[in-house]
């Protein structure tokens, strides 16, 4: 009966969450109504229709039940005030630290190891504030309404105060700051991120290159403190509590009080590993089946696993709607629900079972978060988790034991150097050989069809039919991908998409032909804007850029070029000629020059100019700077102009050219009427003259801008100009990706 309860609220919960429903405060009390109602005439029902009543009227609740909205941020401001941490997350070289204001924003930075505070503590924080944006583009996943998420990221300007902390937390944080001193003091530094992962949580330690390996061979799970760990360290607790008790005392259920002493031991090594979602979905789960057991009653696999998931998903309800706690919950699931035969498997027919299940069961939840199924991970858990589990482990927790046996830690060091050395050696190695990565993302239809699928492998009995199951999985898939391909790829129009990469500029070109082309990349070193760039030219089936166009040397115009050249092949690269004079390091010349290495064809104005290059009956000329840049003038009045021409209808690019500069390009006689402008340097009051607006006379003028930046982007006076010229107006900063499409007769626009 709990798991039909369990399973209607979470699917409530998770509906609930992706809509938006007027009517959703009311779902509580129509579930209480009908609830009553079905108690005062129940005899109308079978038996066996209670537990489905029970799953929808739990869906009703669900349905009503949303994480707590906060209030947004300010814009760049200054806060000193007293702020609760809810969660501490610590990586290679500092901690991600979010806090919650009483009554305002969640507010999210990055400290020093050595100043991390504790979660659940009470901080001061002084720090300069700005909003927490999303980006919102439109893609065969995206949805018409977005909300930009609640919270801002915050520049400290002081050390955070501990003012108040619990007992038990200032105890927990004290020796889990002691046992990381000792693992960094002992260990070499890939090892000791090994060893935080294991026994402190601390995933983000591991490195994000080393992380991406682990992934690949589907061994997350056992890099991150779950329910295997959870599983091993409260088993391994309560068998020596039996043994100790069994021993000393023979007038005691040695099994009920070692049950009933490891419920609250589980809920503390949950408290020491980080408190991840699946951490404390295990260990409540493993708590409340100790209970059970040191109550004299058998525990129900099923029924505790129910309890505890509405235990804390009720609780937190944010916490319930993250991806590893509902990965988690899915996984025991899957094994929870494995067919029972009779006699004795052998120990590898039951881990491949319960392995193969599992990779099912998760991969139409990983595939659509995560863009791959580690298909290899079903051979890693049958052979190398094993010896992750009773060999590099153990170690782990008994090296951080050693904290207070100082003369083992040396030993035990030497002997986890070898045993992480093996592990990481033999992840490495397989995931040369896997499969299932860097797959394209599910639209909503694939999406149905992947889950289908993996309800139906699970459900079937024989082979013949999970053979039949696959096949007709992956013809229909093959059919939507299709489908997909010629939505998203299409021939004989011009489709531009303005992409909204934050404060910075890109926009993709689907030329008639087919050919693509990519005007500006946004910002790099993993900048959101990389993530949503890349997920685009996914989601479009894109595996080659045939034109890249470079305005000018501005990170937020060119800083996604690394990640481009780092997934695709790239066929040509227009830039200005000039290179960002005040930079040292030499970016912008060392990703030209890896281009040329792979291929690629630099073009400049003194062959651009003069000249249309055409894509299928599109036309791109380069308008300014004409014959070359000059080096008197800023990047930005040097920005790469260009105009795209179809049919009757044309596209001004314009960069972040500025007033001086576009003067000098009227003067030229280069511009007219046109019908799409992208509004220069992002709305700025220094561009977009009265005098270029009365000329190009656009319909529709888009400026990509970040939600709450600094720099006041778009300005009044030019949003003002553009209300004047009764031009329709898109920002990307209020209304996320636009699609510009035509045929070189008409004009459409929307996501």
Request: proline share 6%.
């Amino acid at each position: 009966m709990l798991a039909w309860i369990a399973t209607g609220w979470m699917i409530g919960l998770l509906a609930g969450s992706r809509s938006a429903l007027p009517f959703a405060p009311l779902m509580p009390a129509l579930a209480v109504l009908c609830a009553v109602a079905l108690i005062r005439h129940r005899a109308v029902l079978e038996a066996r229709l209670w537990p489905v009543v029970l799953a929808a009227l739990s869906f009703l609740c669900g349905l009503a039940a949303n994480p707590e909205t906060r209030p947004r941020c300010p814009s760049f401001a200054r806060i000193d005030a007293g702020a609760r941490v809810e969660s501490v997350r610590y990586r290679v070289d500092d901690v991600a630290v979010r806090l919650r204001l009483g009554g305002g924003p969640e507010i999210h930075l990055r400290t020093p190891i050595a100043e991390a505070p504790p979660p659940g503590g009470q901080v001061r924080v002084v720090a300069e504030v700005r909003p927490r944006t999303s980006l919102h583009n439109p893609s065969p996943r995206s949805s018409s309404v977005h909300k930009s998420p609640a919270g801002c990221w915050a520049r400290l300007e002081q050390p955070l105060e501990l003012l108040q902390l619990s007992p038990i937390r200032r105890r927990t944080h004290e020796l889990r700051s002691r046992l990381r001193r000792h693992m960094l003091r002992h260990l070499e530094p890939a090892t000791a991120g090994v060893v935080r992962a294991l026994v402190l949580g601390d995933g983000g330690a591991l490195g994000y290159e080393r992380r991406r390996t682990i992934a690949s061979v589907g061994l997350a799970h056992l890099f991150a403190v779950s329910g295997l760990h959870i599983a091993l360290v409260s088993g391994t607790l309560v068998g020596l509590l039996r043994w100790l008790l069994a021993g000393l005392a023979t007038t005691v259920d040695a099994r009920r009080w070692a049950a009933g002493l490891g419920a609250p031991l589980t809920l503390l090594h949950a408290l020491m590993a980080g408190e991840s979602p699946s951490a404390w979905r295990a260990a409540v789960t493993a708590a409340v089946t100790w209970t059970v057991v040191a109550a004299g009653r058998r525990p129900h696999a099923v029924a505790v696993t129910s309890a505890a998931v509405l235990a804390l998903s009720m609780q937190d309800l944010a916490m319930a709607l993250r991806p590893a706690f509902l990965l988690s919950i899915v996984a025991t699931a899957a094994i929870l629900s494995a067919p029972r035969r009779g006699g004795r498997l052998r120990w590898w027919r039951g881990a491949a079972t319960i392995s193969a299940r599992t990779l099912v069961a998760t991969a139409p939840l990983v595939w659509w978060w995560f863009g791959a199924v580690p298909l290899i991970g079903w051979l890693t858990n049958i052979v190398v988790l094993p010896f992750g589990s009773w060999v590099v482990i153990p170690l782990a927790h008994l090296f951080a034991a050693s904290v207070w046996t100082p003369a083992l830690a040396e030993p035990l060091a030497e002997a986890l150097e070898i045993a992480v050395g093996v592990l990481l050696h033999a992840c490495e190695g397989l995931a040369d050989l896997a499969i299932g990565g860097g797959l394209p993302p599910l639209d909503p239809t694939q999406g149905f069809i992947v889950s289908i699928g993996s309800v139906a492998l699970l459900a079937a009995r024989d082979h013949r039919s999970r053979a039949l199951i696959v096949l007709v999985s992956a013809l229909l898939w093959g059919s939507a991908e299709a489908a997909l391909i010629a939505r998203e790829q299409p021939r004989g129009r011009l489709r531009v998409t303005f992409v909204d990469v934050g404060q910075g500029d890109a926009a993709l070109l689907d030329f008639p032909d087919g050919r693509v082309g990519l005007i500006d990349t946004g910002r790099g070193d993993r900048h959101p804007a990389v993530r949503e760039l890349g997920g685009l030219l996914s989601a479009r089936r894109r595996r080659r850029l045939d034109l890249v166009i470079l305005t000018h040397g501005h990170p937020d115009h060119y800083g996604g070029l690394q990640a481009l050249l780092d997934r695709m092949p790239v066929g040509e690269i227009w830039v200005n000629g000039q290179l960002l004079s005040e930079e040292q390091d030499g970016a912008i010349q060392a990703l030209l020059n890896r281009a040329l290495a792979q291929g690629t064809v630099l073009r400049f104005p003194s062959e651009l100019c003069g000249t249309t290059a055409d894509f299928g009956g599109a036309r791109v000329e380069t308008l300014w700077p004409c014959p070359r840049y000059e080096p008197g003038r800023s990047l930005n009045d040097n920005s790469l102009t260009v105009r795209v021409r179809f049919g009757d209808r044309s596209f001004l690019f314009t960069g972040d050219l500025e007033a001086e500069a576009e003067r000098e390009l009227l003067a030229a006689g280069a511009l007219g009427p046109i019908d799409v402008l992208k509004v220069a340097h992002h709305g700025s009051r220094t561009s977009s003259s009265p005098a270029l607006l009365r000329t190009v006379q656009p319909r529709l003028a888009v400026i990509s801008s970040g939600a709450g930046n600094r720099y006041g982007h778009p300005s009044p006076e030019v949003l003002e100009r553009l209300r004047d010229l009764e031009a329709k107006l898109w920002r990307t900063d209020l209304r996320g990706g636009l699609i510009v499409s035509t045929d070189g007769r008409g004009l459409s626009a929307g996501r």
